[in-house]
């Protein structure tokens, strides 16, 4: 199993990469391969995609998301 450090780098790196998604505005936590996403999207489009993002990596057992959405772009 992943190491909790190197799931939050990868998820850096994946959300930092990912086109229509403004990591800058996330925060993440490892515990054990299950993953806490935190923070602001743009839209729900941009949360779903995150999550979606999140979930495909190696070593993500679940996710669960309290992005708050603000309907602002």
Known sequence: ??????????????????????SVNMR???VGGRIILMGVASTRAEADLAVSRIKALDGV?????????????
């Not at 799931?7 to 990469?17: D, R, S, V, Y």
């Open 61 to 73: 057992k679940s996710v669960k998301s309290c992005l708050r959405v603000t309907g602002k772009k």
């Open 28 to 30: 993440w936590k490892a």
């Open 1 to 22: 199993m992943a190491s909790n450090l190197f799931l939050e780098k990868k998820i850096g790196a994946t959300l930092t990469a990912t086109k229509g998604v403004s």
